[in-house]
């Protein structure tokens, strides 16, 4: 299986006065810009998904949605409570392993930390691994066999934003 990590946009900063609920905070019109870049750079790749796998937060859903709209898999899109901040990936490793038919590429659309750490467990087994997610940015993990949350995966390749502009 092929698992792909991607962080949500540019987002509206922290404001607990405009955004009291962290899980509010939407793209900036930028983040957007640069979410359709990245759809055009996974065109580009000939990448697509079995499964796309968002955090509800805002951020994040809208970053999910504009990935299924640019590749027409709006049918494919699951929010998951595994994938919001603090989310149990071990949890979100069961329902993975739960999909059928078994999927050959997942996308997950999630949050820092966690997915740098989520990438550390799956290819180091351990929290810490000096990955560094930017906004929009793309992780490719390969599983040969056997998804679950210990050294299971071999990171394919890291891809920021920039680099994705590259590609489109």
Known sequence: ?????LRHGLAAERDSN??????????????RARIRQGCDALCALEISFDWILSSPYRR???TAEIVAAALNLKKRLI???ELTPG?????????????LPEPQD???????????QF???????GPSAAIDMKKGGLAKLEIPSG????RCARLAWLITPKQMALLA
Do not use: C, T, W
Request: no cysteine; charged share 25%; aromatic share 14%.
């Open 1 to 5: 299986m092929n698992l792909y990590f």
């Open 18 to 31: 405009r955004f009291p609920d962290d899980s509010r905070r939407p793209l900036l019109p930028k983040g």
């Open 60 to 62: 994040a859903s809208q």
């Open 79 to 81: 929010y998951r409570e």
């Open 87 to 99: 989310g149990d990936p071990k949890s979100l490793v069961r329902y993975v392993n739960g999909l």
């Open 106 to 116: 997942v996308l997950l659309v999630g949050h820092e930390p966690d997915f740098s």
């Open 119 to 125: 990438i550390a467990h799956l290819i180091a087994g």
């Open 147 to 150: 998804f679950r949350y210990a």
